[in-house]
């Protein structure tokens, strides 16, 4: 079992936020794999389906950002889960717009939903980063981080949204490698089995006619006969 947490801020003011590409990406997967339907739970909404072979727990903590781990640390114990069964996706202000890195273990980097983690359950989690790019200047941070995407960043955020969609079964089985394959533009397909090559069917001897007899080979003899 896996608990996948997206990381942002609850209510329809925050929604299209760069800082909510954590709850962007969980929603995505849930709706694409068929998950139940979102119910409030572990101070946020939570919701569980399967993943390939795989049951996995999509949690949004609704404790805003800073207090994410707070629900992430209740969930966890609930289900009696250890961190590297947990898996978040979240903002990350290091990558460009468009990337996604995997990370397992590591600091918080100044991120304050990945710090109340780190208070709540430890840092042995892994994390999907999410790149949404830096504003270039410190100061503009958090103002960045919490206003909407631009029209501009609709293709790349789609993609994104796509490739993870497309790689959680592979995420929920461990695989971290496909699962980021899958968020390659153009991922290679899987291979197909190799067809069988129908095997042609014997070919049936000529029909033999039967020996004639003598009577008959002694008719054939006779002047006139045919």
């Known amino acids: 079992m896996k608990l996948f947490v997206g990381l942002g801020n609850p209510g329809s003011r925050y929604a299209g936020n760069r800082h909510n590409i954590g709850f962007m990406a969980v929603d995505r997967i849930a709706a694409s794999h068929g998950f139940a339907p979102w119910r409030q739970k572990f101070q946020g909404q939570v919701t569980e389906g399967r993943l390939s072979n795989e049951k996995v727990v999509l949690l949004k903590p ?29 903002d990350e202000l290091d990558l460009p717009p468009g990337k996604v890195r995997m990370k397992a273990g590591g600091g918080h980097a100044g991120h304050n939903g990945l710090r109340s983690m780190h208070q709540h359950i430890g840092e042995s989690y892994a994390r999907v980063r999410l790149g949404i790019g830096h504003p270039g200047d410190k100061e503009r941070v958090a103002g960045y981080v919490l206003s ?7 293709p790349w955020l789609e993609e994104v949204l796509t490739g993870v ?62």
Request: charged share 20%; aromatic share 8%.
């Open 62 to 90: 609704e404790t805003f950002m800073n207090l994410s781990g707070q629900s992430v640390g209740e969930a966890m114990r609930f289900y009696k889960l250890t961190p590297q069964e947990i898996v978040v996706f979240h």
């Open 148 to 154: 909407d995407f631009a029209k501009a960043d609709a």
């Open 165 to 226: 969609e497309r790689g959680a079964p592979d995420l929920a089985e461990g695989n971290s490698s496909r699962f980021m394959t899958a968020l390659s533009p153009n991922p290679a397909p899987k291979p197909a089995p190799a067809p069988q090559t129908a095997q042609p069917e014997p070919a049936r001897p000529a029909a033999q006619q039967p020996p004639a007899s003598p009577f008959e080979r002694l008719r054939r003899l006779l002047p006139g006969s045919r």
